[in-house]
C-alpha cells in the first residue's frame, strides 16, 4: 500500500534550519508530483511547496520563497524540503503528499505529518 512517512521534524531556534524528508513507498514514485502542506495550531493545512515528477519544475507559498528549497532523489524514492531563516511563524506539523500533478496534490496521497516548533 501507498506510504509516505515525514521525518527531520523538531524544535529549532528562529534563524535556523531545518531539513524535512519524506520517504515514499508502494506507487512510482518517479511519476508523481510530490509537495509539502503545513498547519499550525487553529489554522488550516496551506501549500508550502511542490515539485514536478522529474524535479524539473518547483513551487512555492509566497511565504516559503526564499527560504525554504524542495528536492528530490528518484533513486532514493525521497522528497526533501530544506528550510532555512525559520520564523516562529513556521511552526506547524508538516505533511507531503503525493500525486500526478501539482495542481491535484490535495487529493493525492498523504503522510502522517512531522512537527516543526520555531521558538523566539
Known amino acids: 500500500q501507498v506510504q509516505l512517512v515525514e521525518s527531520g521534524g523538531g524544535l529549532v531556534q528562529a534563524g535556523g534550519s531545518l531539513r524535512l524528508s519524506c520517504s515514499a513507498s508502494?506507487?512510482?514514485?518517479?511519476?508523481?508530483?510530490m509537495g509539502w502542506f503545513r498547519q499550525a495550531p487553529g489554522k488550516e493545512r496551506e501549500f508550502v511547496a511542490a515539485?514536478?515528477?522529474?524535479?524539473?519544475?518547483?513551487y512555492y507559498a509566497d511565504s516559503a520563497k526564499g527560504r525554504f528549497t524542495i528536492s528530490r532523489d528518484n533513486t532514493k524514492n525521497t522528497v526533501y524540503l530544506q528550510m532555512n531563516s525559520l520564523k516562529p511563524e513556521d511552526t506547524a506539523v508538516y505533511y507531503c503528499?503525493?500525486?500526478?500533478?501539482?495542481?491535484?496534490?490535495?487529493?493525492?496521497?498523504w503522510g502522517q505529518g512531522t512537527p516543526v516548533t520555531v521558538s523566539s
Open positions: 508502494g506507487f512510482t514514485f518517479s511519476s508523481y508530483a
Open positions: 503528499a503525493a500525486a500526478k500533478t501539482p495542481a491535484v496534490l490535495v487529493h493525492g496521497y
Open positions: 515539485i514536478s515528477w522529474s524535479g524539473g519544475s518547483t
